[in-house]
């Protein structure tokens, strides 16, 4: 009997992931892929170490689960209080958090887009990795985007300051409201800043068109199959079915793009199960009903992913103008819906960029905006409430339990990207087979193509890994069976 | 001659004090031109190996964010206080643990228990916790170990100073940078060791434009169960506020926004225990004087532990014996 003898790749990015998440791929003696783990050494127990904390510090604790999408926490939590001490926010209190909450969208999914997703297309995929980051992207669109980009990071903390009190861990979201109203001098600052956002998302389109739309070598690579993963869609969507982020229900859809199912937050439970695996510290969430089937694609199976491209796949449409006409040109130029090539993540982060812009934009010019009337006192005795928001990063849900004094007994969370986390090694998996092959030299290039895989979902694990600028810097090592480095790759 | 060499790291931290870095904005050049970016795991590509080839006391300062919760993130603390002239811990996490170190109220075996057993929303039926090591049919996988208690850095290695805040304020953060560039390039002498930098020297109510009477506190009533005035004093209000044992720094930012201040600066100047000021406080501003009554009056704050230590328990002098 011929002997297996097995090679491992640890793809272990030292700075940026070696303390929050790791890769190995394992190769057999034909020199393919034969599995593919991704672990996350980290954990922090705020589900435990949350008990007993009054359930009205929670938006202000749960920040700390993320400091790049405080505002995904922040807001999760304050529905979820709401729904604890059944309590509804006066529409100004709604439309305040809301407003707060697309600026967020609008300057976190541009982060993504300039710093980090971005410059694998609009650099390159195979250009040196010294000018694959944010610096390698103003080179190529020019220093004026660059100025913009700066500037539309700048104005997202301003506005955040005024709305979150904060620009990082924001406090004025609280049960039944919020803690301040806006004048109509920031009103106006805000609604200044607001428009130039709509432009903003509709010049980074116009990038994405002009550099990959048009280029077919890229289009190619979005739908060439080692970046396609065939799983279930979820998404958070209004009345009509249209993406929202700070309300409604969610929907999950198959890999036909018919509708799975549709919950409230407070069903979450009936839908959403996860799994535990004794190499990381995440967990694997799965679709309930379905029941866990492994590490499997298809409608057999039940891993979902909570990401861009999977909210726009559950939803039937854009609830604004702009982006309802990009929604369109997306799906027509991809093959219609669902879509289920990785890399178009990019794509429709840059939709719900104009979205987010665009609905912040309404809100900020709303009469409503301004009223004074901001907040519900809670009057009914504390129990129990789920609050569901869509964060950048996936389906964000918080799940708090309370004794009749408002103290936590329980508390479940089930954060954006754990969502994504199943997917994410699915489509390393899936971009490591079809690259890596017996014979061929490991490049860098090769290495950097993996690692788009892994990109596209702009991973933050734990809600605290998170690549900011430049890029995710790797060590590939290929030992044989005896432990011995065969092949060492740096970048 | 040589630039110096600056290093950046975080360990069990949120990310919020990279952000925080990031939001220096253009000042960031200054930094970039002024000194040697060594190894900062969020905007280069140095690796840990590199950092290990580094001969000791290479890396003339080092900014070190978030606290130690598993064995990972103490062989970085190690490993570059070996290699740093100057360590700092940068923000709450690094400096008294912030509110991950909440976590020190409990233990790990009820963290394991609760997050892989017993949330409503785990399947788990062969009750599997994550292993440091892992044999699988193709190898071996390999996780840090969670250690039982959240350690500030100052725990681990030994610490030259501090810049406190969840986040620190990037004026804060810039007014730091300025001042070192300044020592090292006119050759000032260095703060004494163990100073707070990037801070104030008084409360969070000296910063505070809340008109502050007489305080009377007959009952503590929390944040969402009233409208809170925006001009007087939260703690005039019975809305309890730790601006009296908290330091200054941040501006009194949460109070202008109309909700508390929740201490992420840590203790004041001359303090060292940020609960223990507190209770101190309010002790002077509850209206009795008969020992019963205040019992009952402080028996109406929620959550005084988790309260007055929200973000410096692994300080706090109520840890537990086996930390």
């Given amino acids: 009997m011929k002997e297996t003898i097995t090679k491992h790749i640890s793809i272990d ?178 609604e200044g800043y607001v428009v130039e956002m709509v432009e903003f998302g509709k010049f980074s389109l116009k990038i994405f068109e002009d550099i990959v739309i048009k280029n077919k070598a890229y289009v190619d690579l979005i739908m060439s199959d080692a970046y396609s ?74 891993i979902y992913w909570a990401t861009p491209l999977s909210r726009l796949n559950a939803a039937d449409g854009m609830a604004t103008p702009l982006a309802q006409a990009e929604y369109e040109r997306m799906f027509k130029t991809l093959g219609g819906k669902p879509v289920h090539a990785t890399l178009a993540t990019h794509w429709a982060r840059l939709i719900e960029l104009l979205y987010a812009s665009e609905r912040a934009l309404e809100l900020v010019r709303d009469p409503e905006i301004t009223s004074q009337d901001y907040r519900t006192i809670p009057t009914e005795t504390p129990t129990e409430g789920v609050g569901i928001v869509e964060a950048p990063r996936g389906t964000l849900t918080h799940h708090y339990v309370t004794d009749e004094r408002g103290i936590l007994t329980k508390v479940n969370l089930i954060v954006g990207t754990t969502n994504n986390n199943a997917p994410i090694a699915m489509s390393v998996k899936k971009a490591a087979m079809g690259l890596i092959k017996k014979g061929v030299q490991v490049s860098d290039g090769i290495l950097n193509k993996i690692e788009m895989a892994f990109r596209a979902y702009d991973p933050c694990f734990g809600c605290a890994t998170h690549t900011l600028p430049g890029q995710m810097p790797l060590i590939v090592r290929i030992h044989n069976k005896d432990g011995e480095i065969i092949q060492e790759l740096k970048r | 001659m040589a630039k110096p060499k600056l290093a950046l790291y975080w360990a069990a931290s949120c990310g919020g004090c990279e952000v925080t870095v990031l939001d220096i904005e253009e000042k960031i050049l200054d930094v970039a031109a002024f000194f040697d970016i060594v190894f900062w795991p969020c905007a ?53 643990g912030c509110i991950p170190a909440l976590a020190n109220l409990t233990t790990k075996e009820a963290i394991f228990k609760t997050v892989y057993l017993e949330t409503p929303s785990t399947v788990n039926p062969e009750k599997i916790f994550p292993q440091p090591t892992t044999k699988v049919k193709e190898g071996e996988l390999e996780i840090p170990v969670f250690y039982e208690k959240v350690k500030s850095l100052d725990q681990v290695v030994d610490v030259d100073y501090y810049i406190p805040g969840c986040p620190p304020q990037s004026f804060q953060v810039v007014a730091v940078i300025e001042a070192v560039i300044d020592i090292l390039k006119n050759g000032k002498p260095l703060p004494p060791k163990g100073t707070i930098l990037g801070a104030g020297d008084k409360t969070c109510c000296d910063e505070c434009p809340r008109i502050r009477k007489e305080k009377k506190i007959k009952k503590f009533v929390r944040p969402h169960e009233i409208i809170i005035d925006p ?42 225990d940020q609960g223990i000021k507190m209770l101190s406080a309010l002790s002077s501003v509850i209206d009795s004087q008969d020992p019963e009554e205040i019992d009952k009056i402080i028996g109406t704050i929620a959550d005084p532990t988790g309260t007055f230590y929200r973000f410096s328990m692994a300080h706090s002098l109520l840890k537990s014996a086996d930390l």
């Fill in chain 1, 13 to 190: 990015p030292i700075t940026r992931l070696e303390g929050h998440g790791k890769i190995d791929i394992f190769l057999n003696d034909n020199g393919d892929v034969e599995n593919c783990y991704l672990m996350i050494p980290e954990l922090r127990g705020f589900e435990q170490f949350c008990v007993g904390r009054p359930v009205e510090e929670m938006p202000r604790i749960t920040t700390r689960l993320c400091g790049v999408c405080p505002e995904a926490h922040h807001m999760a939590s304050a529905k979820a209080c709401d729904a604890v001490f059944h309590v509804e926010p006066p529409s100004a209190g709604r439309k305040l958090r809301e407003l707060l909450y697309n600026v967020f969208f609008a300057g976190d999914h541009a982060l993504h887009f300039y710093a980090l997703g971005g410059p694998d297309f609009v650099v390159g995929p195979e250009a040196p990795p010294a000018e694959r980051n944010i610096l390698g992207v103003i080179g190529k669109v020019g220093l004026e985007i660059g100025k913009k980009v700066i500037q539309h990071r700048a104005h997202y903390s301003a506005i955040m300051e005024i709305l979150g009190g904060k620009k990082i861990h924001q406090v004025t979201s609280i049960p039944g409201g919020v803690s301040k109203g806006i004048t109509e001098e920031e009103r106006k600052k805000i």
């Fill in chain 1, 229 to 302: 993963l065939k799983i279930y869609s979820m998404g958070l969507v209004d009345d009509k079915n249209r993406v929202n982020f700070y309300d409604g229900k969610v929907r999950v859809v198959d890999c036909n793009g018919k509708e799975f199912v549709k919950y409230s937050p407070k069903e979450y439970l009936d839908n959403v199960a996860e799994h535990v695996e004794p190499w990381s510290y995440l967990k694997f969430p799965f679709l309930k009903k379905i029941g866990w089937k492994g590490f499997v694609e298809g409608n057999e199976g039940s």
């Fill in chain 2, 44 to 96: 280069t590509d140095f690796k840990y190996k590199d950092v290990e080839a580094m001969p000791d006391k290479s890396i003339t300062l080092c900014l070190f964010n978030g606290s130690i919760r598993n064995s990972e993130n103490e062989k970085l603390a190690r490993l570059l206080r070996a290699k740093s002239v100057v360590l700092v811990a940068f923000g709450s996490c690094a400096h008294e």
């Fill in chain 2, 231 to 272: 001009d007087e004093c939260l703690l005039d209000q019975g809305i309890l506020c730790m601006g009296p044992a908290t330091r200054s720094g941040c501006g009194a930012l949460c109070v202008k926004a109309n909700v508390p201040c929740r201490g992420c600066y840590g203790a004041p100047p001359n303090v060292q």
